[in-house]
């Protein structure tokens, strides 16, 4: 009998022993089967990962693709202009403060105002761009012919009614323009002058620089005298020692109001000068501040700041 009880108790025993690793076996048998799931699914999460490496690539693709917006606003696409800005840095801004040069002496665009501080339509729309780009906007005023020269060491950039020409490219770039101009020619009240062939062997005063010394140097048997401000040529004129002055529209109506009865401003497209555009003097190259610049400018031109200026200093300006 203890024999057999010995037997029973043993073959208990075995199947207690089978019966847990019964239970073992089927545990493990779904640890394995998640283990297989989660490989499973890594598997099928690895062609979505994929994608997304490829997103980043397109990323730098888009990166190259800014670098060509930015290389597009240096000829004045304002679009590409603006994207360029918005995603490069440039270092003219890094300090806050945007430096400008501007030559006071070209009413109604610049002026040396009440308080012998810079003036006039440039300025305020300068200082308006400044405040589009939350730097601060220093004006030195500098001899209209040494601006361009000092764009990039004295002065970031130069708003001075400053026509676009392909001779001025070659050293800096520009802004979109932001102002069609045309040359006038001051002559005494009484003057015969009106043609291009009039100015011909004639004393003519011009501003250094300007487009207007651009033009008279053209000009068959001129006498040309250059003047660092437009006003000292005037008062020659007055005086008798020049025959005539050649300079900018509004600058020309602005000397015509200020010396009324001694000499008259007379229209351009007489002596067949072609329109001219001015624009903002930029550092060759910085494609970044461009954008910024013409951005912030279009911004102005669309929410009325730009109107608003012109009524105020060009329109109503008896300067």
Do not use: W
């Not at 010995?6 to 022993?17: D, F, G, P």
Request: proline letters at 3%.
């Amino acid at each position: 009998m203890k024999k057999l009880a010995a037997v029973m108790a043993a073959a208990v025993m075995c199947i207690s022993a089978l019966a847990g690793c019964g239970s073992k076996a089927e545990d493990a048998a779904p640890t394995e089967g998640t283990a297989a799931a989660e490989n499973e699914s890594a598997a099928e999460a690895a062609p979505e990962e994929a994608p997304a490496e490829a997103e980043a690539g397109d990323g730098q693709d888009a990166g190259s693709g800014n670098e060509e917006e930015a290389g597009a606003a240096g000829s004045g696409n304002e679009e590409e202009a603006g994207a360029a800005g918005e995603a490069g840095v440039t270092e003219a801004l890094a300090d806050g403060v945007l430096n400008v040069g501007t030559n006071a002496e070209f009413p109604p665009f610049e002026y040396v105002g009440d308080d012998g501080e810079p003036d006039g339509f440039d300025i305020a729309l300068i200082k308006a761009i400044g405040e589009k780009l939350g730097v601060e906007v220093q004006v030195d005023n500098m001899e209209f012919a040494s601006l361009v020269s000092s764009i990039g060491s004295k002065i970031d950039v130069s708003i001075a009614g400053m026509t676009v020409t392909e001779e001025r490219q070659k050293t800096v770039d520009f802004s979109d323009a932001y102002y069609e101009a045309v040359q006038f020619v001051v002559a005494p009240a009484d003057t015969a002058i009106a043609s291009a062939e009039d100015l011909k062997g004639k004393a003519i005063g011009v501003q250094l620089g300007t487009t207007g010394d651009f033009i008279a140097e053209e000009i068959e048997g001129a006498t040309v005298s250059q003047y660092n401000k437009a006003v000292d040529a005037v008062n020659d004129l007055i005086n008798g020692r020049l025959d005539c002055v050649i300079i900018d529209k509004n600058p020309a109506l602005v000397f015509q109001a200020r010396f009324e009865g001694k000499v008259t401003a007379i229209d351009g497209a007489q002596f067949d000068f072609e329109a001219e555009n001015y624009a903002i003097a930029l550092p060759k190259g910085d494609t970044a501040l461009a954008g910024q610049i013409n951005t912030a400018l279009k911004e102005l031109k669309e929410d009325g700041t730009f109107d608003a200026l012109v009524a105020e200093y060009i329109e109503g300006s008896d300067e």
